[in-house]
């Protein structure tokens, strides 16, 4: 893998759209932006953690927990962006710390990772 | 080069959204980071004599909060969902956009954005006011601008005779802005104008911007700040202006000022006299009585005058302590940083003011270089001194023996409401503070007049 090879994690419930919120997510699926290219292949699914073994808030969601936050950075961790739908601040700040930035859209993935990758493009030698 | 600012007079252009909250019932959308907003009105609302959130000020205002994710994706949806939630829960006349330096690099259109998110009786109108285009003088111009431009827009004027428009101080950013307005309008309306006086709690509104084209006569009252919405509105409406660079504080200043307004509209020169005349019968009286005081203290009068200001208040108070107080102006230290055409304009009003005045003028818009280049006169000169300054010079006026009056921004122990330094009233409350700052502690020494001084 070069080392400007950048990875997204997309949480997809049909490999084609970004529609899932992060709390709704199961699982996410990595993708990986060649570079130069312009192209990106899927390199496959990663399960967030069963949020059973993990204390909720009062309603039930697990995106406040730190311990099951650190273990999805662990997941993530050669990701530098996670595309949901929605997110709250916590989840994303913990996200952050790691290095994965979080991206709240929602569309088809192709769209949105040709976006980013233009982004990512542009950026690259600032 | 770059340098860093230790002590900054000023913001950024985002700042205008305090412009917009000194229309009454005008709401600013800010379309920019976490923070920008909230540090505007931290700087401009408490830091300006504690003037309040406002009607929909301080933590009221709506913002999108851009994030990385508006910086990859542009932020124009986020911004449309937040017009549209704020046209729902806030109750106002007019919605105005401002992006700031997120919105601006990425090249979100705010403009369109906000006429796309426009509804029936709620006009939305988006101005750039990116961070990076300047302090928030400019600010403030390119959101007037945009209100002529956008919101008053394209009409054919209907003029009424006696209408004037005025252009002047910039609300929050200058600590007095509302007294001041309700002592122009005091003055212009005793002439017998009418008067759209566009801010503050005497204007009628988004009306009074409504009825800008209406104007018999635009009045740009500062050195540069709103000359060019007077020029946009000669080009749209056909108004004519005039400029007058001096912010009018005192007598001569203020009967000079009122007499070209009142040629300017061909009014009826008795009339005009009559209401400078009683104006300044009543000036003189309180003016002369400060004779005595002057004699007792001859020797603890301040001689020497150093004055922080932005260009429209400075030049004013150049103009007032040179000819009505009889001091010298060692420095004026313009602190709004104008663009050279602007300093050029600030320079002529100046040498209109007084001769030598123009060589005083010091462009620097940090306080702490400020404060040295003060310190380091005042030992130098030996002379008593006043210096109009603001919260950051209490230590500095200690350590020289001299007066200070908070004359700018920011203002962070004193309340400032209805006081104005402008014109006959305000020139008289500027006088008071002035001569007042002889019975501080320190300043008169074996005398019982000291508030030390036990009896």
């Given amino acids: ?126 | 080069m770059g340098r860093i600012v230790q002590e900054a007079k000023y913001t950024c252009a985002l700042g205008a959204q305090q412009t917009v909250l000194g229309i009454e019932r005008a709401v600013p959308v800010i379309h920019a980071g976490p923070g920008c907003s909230s540090r505007q009105f931290a700087y401009m609302g408490p830091g300006s004599g504690y003037q309040g959130e406002g009607y929909t000020g301080g933590g009221q205002i709506p913002c999108t909060n851009s994030s990385q994710n508006e910086v990859v994706f542009g932020g124009e949806k986020k911004l449309g969902q937040l017009i549209d939630a704020a046209l729902q829960v806030m109750d106002a006349d007019l919605y105005v956009v401002l992006a700031g330096c997120t919105a601006g690099i990425v090249g979100d259109d705010v403009k369109q954005t906000a006429r796309n998110h426009a509804a029936e009786g709620k006009p939305v109108i988006g101005v750039d006011t990116a961070g990076f285009r300047g302090n928030n003088y400019v600010g403030h111009e390119l959101v007037i601008e945009a209100l002529i431009d956008q919101y008053v827009g394209d009409r054919e004027p209907e003029v009424r005779k006696g209408l004037v428009n005025v252009f002047s101080v910039i609300p929050y950013q200058n600590p007095r802005w509302r007294g001041d307005l309700h002592e122009i309008k005091r003055l212009l309306t005793g002439l017998g104008l009418e008067v759209n006086v566009l801010f503050g709690y005497e204007s009628g509104g988004v009306s009074e911007w409504q009825d800008i084209p209406n104007a018999e006569l635009n009045i740009v009252l500062s050195p540069w700040v709103g000359l060019d919405a007077a020029k946009l509105c000669e080009k749209k409406y056909q108004t004519p202006y005039i400029h007058e660079p001096v912010l009018p504080i005192g007598l001569k200043a203020t009967s000079a000022f009122l007499r070209r307004v009142a040629a300017a509209l061909h009014m009826d020169e008795a009339a005009v006299e009559d209401f400078i005349a009683q104006e300044e019968a009543r000036y003189k009286k309180y003016f002369v009585s400060l004779g005595d005081l002057f004699s007792d203290f001859a020797s603890y009068l301040p001689y020497d005058a150093y004055i922080v200001s932005d260009a429209e208040y400075g030049v004013g108070a150049a103009d007032f302590l040179t000819k009505e107080l009889g001091m010298n102006v060692v420095s004026f230290y313009e602190f709004d940083e104008p663009d050279a055409s602007a300093k050029q304009l600030v320079e002529q009003a100046l040498s209109a003011a007084g001769e030598g005045l123009a060589q005083t003028l010091v462009v620097e818009g940090d306080n702490a270089l400020i404060r040295a280049d003060i310190a380091e006169k005042i030992a130098e000169r030996k002379n008593k001194s006043l210096i109009l300054g603001s919260s950051w010079d209490k230590e500095l006026a200690e350590q020289t023996n001299s007066i200070l009056v908070y004359y700018g921004i920011p203002i962070t122990d004193q309340v400032v409401l209805s006081k104005t330094y402008i014109g006959y009233a305000g020139a008289l409350t500027l006088i008071e503070d002035i001569y007042t700052g002889l019975f501080r502690k320190g300043m008169i020494t074996n005398t019982t007049h000291g508030e030390d001084d036990a009896i």
Avoid: W
Avoid at chain 1, 5 to 28: E, M, P, Q, R, W
Avoid at chain 1, 57 to 80: K, M, S
């Fill in chain 1, 1 to 126: 893998m070069s080392d400007k090879t950048v990875k997204a994690a997309v949480a997809t419930s049909d490999g084609i759209h970004c529609d899932l919120h992060f709390g709704a997510a199961k699982n996410v699926t990595v993708y990986v932006l060649e570079d130069g290219s312009g192209n990106f292949r899927i390199e496959g699914q990663r399960a967030f953690p069963d949020t059973s073994g993990y204390e909720g808030c009062g309603g039930g969601c697990h995106a406040r927990n730190e311990e099951f936050l650190q273990e999805v950075c662990q997941i993530l961790r050669d990701c530098q962006y996670l595309l949901v739908v929605k997110i709250g601040p916590f989840p994303s700040r913990i996200l952050l710390r790691s290095g994965i930035e979080v991206l709240e859209q929602e569309g088809e993935v192709r769209e949105l990772l040709s976006v980013l990758y233009d982004y990512i493009n542009r950026n690259r030698d600032k």
